[in-house]
């Protein structure tokens, strides 16, 4: 049986603290490093999930006094730091730390009186820079019962998937990727973009852009997954009007801010008073327009929580979109990449998740979001974009669409990992921003007035 999680006794507001303060030691790393991109335990799964920048050959060891499972990446370098993430009675704890200048490494550490069977610990290779380590359930030890130090060499090759009708020149099947039909890639102002990217060293990016017109696409390591920050309010948005289609919430309940849902970070709420009553309307508002935390963990609860919002995002095909923590998320724990915010964006756009009432309602919400520091800075005149960002720090992030004056509509995603609250990021997006608009305000870009 998998072990029950436990979740420590923190509140949200210390997380915070803890997050800021510790994120104040951050070291300057090497330019252009490897990084780990993220990593997450499944409790209820007992499996340890990495992903890094790069290909990467782990090394594993299983130490006993207090036993540990030690993971070792070469090559890799940590962006920002860690605390230590408590979970059940066996497990005591995970660290993530630099062992030395080029290896991050992962300890697995369990309670005394607990060990593991090193033939049972499975590694698996879903990716080149895609590693599982699945563990068995953690056994007591028998009195003065003590083993040596093993090192675990054996891993698993997970069978890649295989695309149909996928052309040997495109990696990725984008049509199946964002569930519509898709052009060619913007290679005009790829490299414009590519340079950018080289001037801006301190900085390390992903994003996706797609014109939905022609489907045509720019794509910088849009698959990369990233810390979504309050990016991942955006599919929350969504579910939450899905289940007012379906008459599963009513836009005139009202919500009761309960103390463990109360959030440091970004909003308002959490300075009311514990079992102050909101609006249903407000708290969506206030989460989305202000990006509010408190306001998102009182959605999240009436939504059903957590494992529901994760199943939901399952089934409209995102696959690196997962809530693991309460907002505030200040750690970065859940995740998103560029390419799912632009695919959600797309089936919003289509009426593929919601009813044209709710889209409008909810793309209202978007277009008066407060934040206009990164994608909305790079727009032209005229240009509206309904769109929400995220920021923690060491990561930023934005996702949107946007309307231009000549008629054409574009979604865009990007995010950014940075020197902890380095304000250059923001010229990076600017930047970044204008050259898509400025290529896709083109007169051979624009729509013909019969066809607007």
């Known amino acids: 049986m998998p072990i029950p999680s436990f979740s420590p006794p923190m509140t949200l507001k210390l997380q915070w603290l803890l997050a800021t303060l510790i994120s104040a030691w951050a070291i300057a790393l090497p330019a252009k490093a490897d990084t780990l991109t993220s990593w997450h335990f499944d409790a209820n799964q007992n499996q340890l999930n990495v992903t890094t920048d790069t290909s990467v050959q782990p090394s594993v060891k299983l130490i006993p006094n207090p036993t540990r499972l030690v993971i070792d990446l070469p090559g890799i370098v940590l962006e ?10 066996a497990i005591k704890e995970i660290r ?25 610990v499975r590694i698996i290779k879903e990716s080149a820079n895609r590693w599982s380590f699945q563990l068995p359930n953690p056994e007591l030890l028998a009195g003065n019962e003590s083993f040596q130090s093993e090192d675990i060499t054996r891993f698993e090759q997970k069978e890649p998937q295989i695309l149909p009708n996928l052309k040997a020149t495109n990696p990725r099947n984008y049509s199946g990727d964002l569930g519509m039909q898709i052009g060619s890639e913007m290679t005009a102002i790829k490299p414009e973009v590519e340079k950018a990217i080289e001037q801006y060293k301190s900085l390390s990016a992903g994003m ?10 720019l794509d910088i390591k849009g698959d990369r997954v990233f810390p979504a920050a309050s990016t991942i309010k955006l599919p929350i948005l969504i579910a939450f009007y899905q289940d007012v289609d379906a008459g599963k919430v009513s836009l005139n309940e009202t919500l009761v801010m309960k103390s463990d849902l109360v959030a440091s970070g970004s909003g308002t709420m959490q300075d009311e008073p514990d079992g102050t009553r909101f609006s249903i309307r407000e708290t969506i508002d206030k989460m989305i327009t202000i990006s509010d935390n408190t306001a998102t963990n009182m959605i999240i609860e009436r939504l059903g929580g957590i494992a529901k919002l994760n199943e939901r995002f399952r089934s409209w095909g995102l696959t690196d979109t997962i809530i693991r923590n309460w907002l505030g998320d200040f750690q970065g724990t859940n995740t998103t990449s560029s390419v799912d915010m632009v695919k959600l964006l797309s089936m919003l756009s289509r009426d593929k998740l919601v009813s044209e009432s709710s889209r409008e309602q909810a793309l209202e919400l978007l277009r008066h979001t407060t934040t206009r520091t990164l994608l909305p800075s790079g727009l032209g005149a005229g240009a509206v974009i309904a769109d929400k960002t995220g920021d923690i720090g060491f990561v930023v992030g934005d996702a949107g669409i946007i309307d231009m004056p000549n008629g054409k509509r574009y979604l865009a995603a990007i995010f950014v990992k940075r020197p ?3 304000p250059i990021v923001r010229d990076f997006v ?5 050259i898509v608009y400025n290529y896709l305000d083109l007169p051979s870009a624009k729509v013909p007035d019969n066809l607007r």
């Open 430 to 434: 600017r930047r970044i921003s204008r």
């Open 96 to 120: 993530v730390g630099q062992f030395d200048p080029e290896t991050t490494r992962l300890v697995i550490q369990l309670n005394p009186g607990y060990k593991l069977d090193p033939q049972q």
């Open 208 to 217: 996706f852009f797609l014109d939905l017109d022609t489907g045509n696409y």
């Open 80 to 89: 920002y730091p860690e605390t230590p993430q408590s979970y059940n009675s």
């Open 420 to 422: 902890y609250n380095d």
